[in-house]
């Protein structure tokens, strides 16, 4: 059974940094990613990255402030997040799937979620 669990979040001010973390369990995964969703607002996408690391993604919103990374040797996938703003508030996911090779920036290719992790920005 494949698990993803994430950690990390919390309540930060504005320009502050936080690192998620999301443990994979279950089977190696390939394609990787975060995704956000804020009160009110779709589920968006924030960053992917495949499974050597050699190929990385953001969202313009994230660019030069998110850094995706993962460490296989942990099957753990990391969200590196610098000089947080209020806008980045959100509930924070983990997904992954069996994809060997480009990593998708649509949240439908998909198939393994985790449940979660808050992140709060206040100004």
């Known amino acids: 059974q494949v698990q993803l669990v994430e950690s990390g979040g919390g309540l930060v001010q504005a320009g502050d940094s936080l690192r998620l973390s999301c443990e994979v369990s279950?089977?190696?995964?390939?394609?990787m990613a975060w995704f956000r969703q804020a009160p009110g607002k779709e589920r968006a996408f924030v960053a992917a990255?495949?499974?050597?690391?050699?190929?990385?993604y953001y969202a313009d919103s994230a660019k030069g402030r998110f850094t995706i990374s993962r460490d296989n040797d942990k099957n753990t996938l990391y969200l590196q997040m610098n000089s947080l703003e209020p806008e980045d508030t959100a509930v924070y996911y983990c997904?992954?799937?069996?994809?060997?090779?480009?990593?998708?920036?649509?949240?439908?290719?998909?198939?393994?979620w985790g449940q979660g992790t808050q992140v709060t920005v206040s100004s």
């Open positions: 997904a992954a799937d069996l994809t060997y090779g480009t990593p998708s920036t649509n949240s439908d290719t998909y198939d393994y």
């Open positions: 279950g089977q190696t995964m390939y394609a």
């Open positions: 990255i495949n499974y050597s690391a050699t190929r990385t």
